[in-house]
């Protein structure tokens, strides 16, 4: 309670009623307006003024008491107003922490990249943050929307696994973006970050040979039930090692189990010589039909490059 004393000087012959205004500065359940006090023939009385105990985080502030004109007295010119503060003792409430986020050491593919999601300040329980994975490149990150626990301790690590594969390609990254979500907030300038992935494989020689497969075709039944339709696969040049080619033979109006058999497969041309052939088996099937057609892709090689990568082969009908 905030305490005033109102002194008339000199004392009165009998008890005076002065009146009086309560204010107060912030809000602190402090009665306010005006009011009268009674001094007696001793020359002073107390006023108590009660404030209220909340649960609220608010300024200080304080409470006044100022001495109003009124009968049979007058109003100190230098005293007429007196002003005792009031504390505030509520704890502010937690502060909402801002999240941000921290890239590692660049890595080489097959290495996992680090970052550090830090909460300012530390949270008072584990906090739930969302975080969007990308990468720049194809380096086998597990990429999009995850979620990372941030402990009271302020920070974690989020490891970024990437593959280690065979295929020389442009250098890249791995980058993790902090996204908005309950009991944070995202860091203006540290919500995103990077980190580089260098490719560890070698170019490929730039003086290959370069391989190329030719259309073919047969007439069924000229070899018996079965026939081999051939592609011929050859090589611009003769190679100093293997080289192998791998295809596929698909449908065209000829049916695969049907008209021939042939699937996937692979056909090595030696070191030293320059052609090799691709096999389907045609069959014979004793129908009078048109002609029909299947295709060859060539869909790698090793130790050439792919020039002219497709070929169609026709089965001539014998009915």
């Known amino acids: 309670d905030a305490g005033f004393t109102v002194t008339a000087s000199p004392a009165p012959a009998a008890d005076l009623t002065v009146n009086v205004t309560v204010s107060q500065d912030g809000d602190h359940g402090a009665t306010t307006g005006a009011r009268t006090v009674t001094v007696p023939a001793s020359g002073s009385v107390v006023l108590t003024v009660s404030t209220s105990d909340d649960d609220a985080d608010e300024p200080d502030g304080s409470v006044s008491v100022a001495v109003e004109a009124g009968d049979g007295y007058t109003v100190s010119a230098t005293q007429g107003a007196a002003k005792v503060n009031v504390a505030d003792d509520d704890d502010p409430p937690p502060q909402t922490p801002e999240v941000s986020v921290a890239a590692g050491s660049g890595v080489a593919e097959g ?9 300012s300040p530390a949270p008072a329980a584990p906090l739930t943050v969302n975080v969007t994975v990308s990468q720049d490149g194809d380096h086998g990150a597990a990429t999009g929307s ?5 402990p009271t301790s302020g920070s974690v ?16 990254s791995v980058s993790v973006a902090v996204e908005a979500g309950d009991g944070y907030t995202v860091a203006g300038g540290a919500g995103t970050a990077t980190v580089n992935v260098a490719d560890d494989d070698d170019p490929p020689p730039t003086d290959l040979p370069e391989v190329s497969v ?10 018996g039930f079965l026939s081999v339709l051939e592609f011929r696969v050859t090589l611009s040049r003769a190679s100093d090692e293997d080289v192998t080619v791998r295809y596929v033979i698909r449908p065209g109006t000829a049916i695969n189990g049907v008209d021939y058999w042939g699937g996937a497969g692979e056909v090595t041309i030696w070191a030293g010589y320059t052609s090799a052939t691709i096999g389907a088996n045609v069959k014979d099937d004793g129908i009078r039909e048109g002609g029909e057609t299947l295709s060859v892709d060539l869909t790698g090689a090793d130790g050439a490059t792919i020039a002219h990568g497709t070929a169609t082969g026709t089965i001539i009908d014998n009915d």
Do not use: H, K, Q, W
């Open 111 to 119: 290495g996992a990249a680090s970052f550090t999601v830090t909460a």
């Open 146 to 150: 995850r979620t990372v626990t941030v």
């Open 157 to 172: 690590v989020l490891t970024v696994s990437t593959t280690d594969d065979d295929a020389d390609e442009p250098n890249g």
């Open 214 to 223: 030719a259309d073919g075709s047969i007439v069924e039944g000229v070899f």
